[in-house]
Structures are given as C-alpha cells and as structure tokens.
C-alpha cells in the first residue's frame, strides 16, 4: 500500500497500539489518498477534454458555400496533406476524374490538416460525383490510393450495412448498390478494409432494407 502523510499530535507508544487509534490513523490515510486519487484524476480529466476541444477546434472548416455539394477527399499510400503539394495533388486529382480545369473554375478546396483529408465544395453534383469516383492518383511519378465520397447534406440521409464482403472493390460496390433497385441510394463507400458500408441516401429517409445485387441487406443508422 503506499504511504500517506497525515497531520496529528504526538502520541504514546501504548496509544498507537491501540485498536481504536490505528484505526483511526488508516482511515485518515485512506481519506488523504482518496483525495488525492480524485484531485489527480481530475487533472487527468482536465487534460483529456483540453485535447479534445484543441482536435475539435482544429478540425472545424472554414464557411463554405451552404448551397455545395461537399466531396471529402482522403489520400493514403502515407501522403500527408500538411506537407504535400497542394497545387500538384489538386491537377492530378482533376487528371484522375478527368475533368478539365475549367470544370473545377467554381470550385473550392480547403485542407483540414488534423484528419488529413481535402474537402471539394462545388456547386455541381455531377462534378461532385465524379471526384467522388476517384480511387487513386499519380503524385510525382508515384502512385498514392484515395478515399473519396460526397457528404451527406442538410437534405441527405446516412445508413450503414455491415458483413459486405471486403474483396469487393470500390466501383462494384457502386455498381451493386446504386441501382434502380435502390431508387434513392445517392452513393456508397466502405469503412477503410472493414465489412461495413456507409450509404448515401436522397432526403431524410433510410431504407430499412437495400439491395446489394441479389442480396436484400439490412440497413440501420
């Protein structure tokens, strides 16, 4: 047990063999330990929320136009987007969509260094969509994989289907969701190399249940 200084008076030793006065003395040392026990998991607890208010500052965006259509874009293959170059990634990404230049002229994009993630607002749904089909680009001569999909606005909803097979890629997921079996499904991404998927739905209403191909899936929030 660890030990704890106590304030008291001078005492005998036939006083401190006494029951009474050892329990006395245990049950001020296991006081002064409980305080300070709490008065450091407070500090702890102080510390934690610091960091979280400091990750949430961090991550909040600059305002953008409400009435874009947001295209979040994740770069892997270890690129980091506070130290790459912004410009370069940006024409390799309208090069991997294929879009020309002057199909990006409204464009706006902002970085959000803490998730290590770009942000497109566009006043295009098609342009969103087609950033949103982007699976990987060529970065000074080198290959990188990227992660990207529309986020939901105000008049856009989100489901999740989970146990979908993994070796399924990108575009066949696309293909076996976003179907006219589906009619308000807007788009679909997978959870990093998980099994679950995230679904895009049109307005303020999820399926309870989606059909992936053949398959009837459940769907939940």
């Known amino acids: 047990m660890p030990e704890a200084m106590v304030d008291g008076e001078t005492i005998t030793e036939e006083e401190a063999s006494a029951p009474g006065s050892i329990d006395a003395i245990r049950r001020r040392a296991k006081s002064s330990t409980t305080t300070t026990g709490k008065l450091a998991g407070a500090r702890i607890g102080a510390r934690r929320t610091g960091a979280v208010t400091r990750v949430a500052a961090a991550s909040r965006l600059p305002p953008l136009t409400t009435d874009h259509h947001r295209v979040i874009v994740r770069p892997g293959g270890g690129l980091d987007v506070r130290r790459c170059n912004k410009f370069k990634f940006l024409q390799a990404l309208l090069l991997a969509a294929r879009l020309p230049p002057t199909a990006a002229e409204e ?113 939940t929030l």
């Open 107 to 219: 464009d706006i994009v902002c970085t959000n260094d803490t998730q290590n993630i770009f942000v497109i607002s566009t006043p295009s749904l098609q342009t969103a969509e087609t950033y949103a089909k982007v699976q990987g680009i060529v970065l000074m001569e080198r290959e990188h994989p990227v992660s990207a999909y529309v986020a939901a606005s105000g008049t856009t909803s989100r489901g999740v289907v989970r146990g979908v097979d993994a070796d399924l890629a990108d575009s066949e997921l696309q293909r076996l969701f976003v179907s006219s079996h589906n009619p308000t499904l807007k788009g679909v991404r997978r959870i990093k190399d998980t099994t679950t998927i995230i679904l895009l739905f049109d307005g303020l209403k999820v399926s309870n249940y989606v059909r992936c191909g053949m398959l009837l899936l459940r769907c």
